[in-house]
């Protein structure tokens, strides 16, 4: 247990890294508000962390609606009197080439991928200033360093949470600290989404290096921890078995 327990909020948390950084988190002994669409992942997983002694919460998320993320945000204030991270993870990655001009799924990864990490800067930025202190922990990917034939939707809206990652560190003035954590490869339900049969195909392969979740859960759970004068702001993971 952190002797010092935070009050996180976690997007995105039904499955995969947001699952598992919720259990790295509440073994921690931080207080957690769990958000996602997955109402009944969330009520398992936060009964199996209070089970074990932690202390969470859940509420239904959908990123792409700001109101919805104003009020989850809310809503971990009200029972747990401030929010000291926000933890904005939850994504989509439909890859496909361009010449599929598969629109509706541009859209969708625009509007999680980064309008949704908008919404979670909007909706706890002010508390944040109000408190005088705070961590954004924004989930982008190895795709935010590198493009490759099918990723280039997808890779343009995490280079984009990079950069406004990056501006958001430089308007802070230290007193919010900022932290982008690039997964590789990493076991999930995030190709699940992809649609272009050769593109979910190819994933295959390039998924047979993968790493586990708790990985990148790790690496959360260290920039989270660092003393208030440290900002970590950037973290890579990938596998090493492979260039992913």
């Known amino acids: 247990m952190t ?3 935070k009050v996180v909020v976690i997007t995105g948390a039904s499955s995969g890294i947001g699952e598992a950084t919720a259990r790295r988190l509440a073994a921690d002994g931080h207080h957690l508000l769990l958000g996602a669409r997955r109402t009944d992942r969330l009520a398992a997983l936060v009964e199996e962390i209070t089970a074990a002694g932690g202390t969470a919460a859940f509420q239904r998320l959908d990123v792409t609606d700001a109101a919805e993320v104003r009020g989850f945000v809310s809503a971990a204030r009200e029972r747990y009197g401030r929010v000291d991270v926000v933890v904005n993870n ?3 990655m439909p890859l496909s080439p361009l010449h599929e001009l598969a629109v509706d799924e541009w859209d969708r990864m625009i509007d999680v991928n980064l309008r949704g990490v908008l919404h979670g800067i909007a909706a706890a930025l002010p508390v944040m200033r109000g408190q005088g202190r705070g961590q954004f922990v924004n989930v982008a990917s190895v795709g935010a360093y590198e493009v490759v034939p099918t990723s280039a939707v997808y890779s343009a809206t995490k280079f984009a949470v990079r950069a406004l990652s990056e501006g958001l560190r430089q308007e802070s003035s230290g007193d919010i600290r900022v932290t982008v954590v690039s997964p590789g490869v990493t076991r999930s339900e995030l190709a699940d989404s992809i649609s272009d049969p ?4 190819d994933m295959k392969t390039y998924r047979s ?3 586990p979740a708790a990985a990148i859960a ?3 759970a ?3 921890t ?3 004068e440290v900002d970590v702001n950037e973290i890579v993971v990938r596998p090493a078995a492979g260039a992913q």
Do not use: C, M
């Open 3 to 5: 002797d010092t327990p």
């Open 90 to 92: 939850a994504g989509v």
């Open 198 to 201: 050769r593109a979910r195909e």
């Open 209 to 211: 290096v993968a790493i």
């Open 218 to 220: 790790d690496a959360i």
């Open 222 to 224: 260290f920039a989270v």
């Open 226 to 228: 660092r003393p208030s």
